[in-house]
């Protein structure tokens, strides 16, 4: 069976502080995936998307990156936080077919809070 | 571009009622149309999908949604209701042009009264 882990589960940083986020699939090879962000009580905007090692494709600009540095991690970051980046951060995969309706199969979240 | 409305952030039914969320889209063909729940602190799950054939889709707990083309409209519907239905449900959109890019409305919180 196909889990799908993301840490940490929440994080405090500090205005201007880097972050880095992670989210890692196992049981399933070449997964596409996903980076969503979720406003408190919003709803969710994709970020990035993967659809192989090493290719990331920006949905958004909000002063954050994405790499895939293997088959199964995909890491979300940045070198200075903002107050606006506040929220919950949800990791997803589907399948890589791409041809049909595809579900999302997403982690349980990391809630950051920037002060 | 594509976009899904969700015109109600909140719906309030009694145990045992039936249950109608709304879900509008805008996009210029048929696009892959979906249904997820959140439960608190959680990320999503499927309830359940379309994307061609027979309008009515069954998911999973007895949600069932209806597609209607000429409404652009695909509203999740359940006969009754549980508490532990409380949650907040997103309706999805996919273009069949890309199906990497998933568009989720506002959402709808459900609070079930026992």
């Known amino acids: 069976a196909q889990t799908i882990h993301q840490w940490p589960v929440a994080e405090i940083k500090a205005v201007g502080s880097p972050l880095s986020l992670g989210c890692t699939i196992k049981g399933k090879s070449s997964p596409n995936l996903y980076w969503y962000w979720q406003a408190t009580g919003g709803t969710l905007q994709q970020l990035f998307y993967?659809?192989?090692?090493?290719?990331v494709e920006s949905v958004v600009q909000l002063n954050l990156s994405a790499s895939r540095p293997k088959d199964d991690q995909f890491i979300l970051s940045t070198e200075k936080l903002l107050l606006s980046h506040s929220g919950f951060y949800l990791c997803a995969w589907s399948l890589s077919r791409g041809t049909s309706a595809e579900t999302l199969y997403f982690g349980s979240g990391t809630r950051l809070t920037v002060l | 571009a594509q976009s899904v409305t969700q015109p109600d952030a909140r719906v309030t039914v009694s145990e045992g009622a039936s249950l109608q969320l709304r879900c509008k889209y805008s996009?210029?063909?048929?696009?892959?149309l979906f249904w997820y729940v959140q439960y608190p602190r959680q990320g999503l799950q499927l309830l359940l999908k379309?994307?061609?054939?027979?309008?009515v889709v069954q998911g999973v707990n007895s949600f069932e949604a209806e597609f209607s083309k000429s409404n652009s409209s695909f509203h999740l519907q359940k006969a009754s209701v549980h508490w532990s239905d409380s949650a907040v449900y997103f309706c999805a959109l996919s273009p069949h042009s890309n199906t990497n890019k998933v568009v989720f409305g506002t959402g709808t919180r459900l609070q079930v009264l026992p």
């Open positions: 379309y994307y061609s054939g027979d309008p």
């Open positions: 993967s659809i192989t090692v090493g290719q």
């Open positions: 996009y210029s063909a048929t696009p892959y």
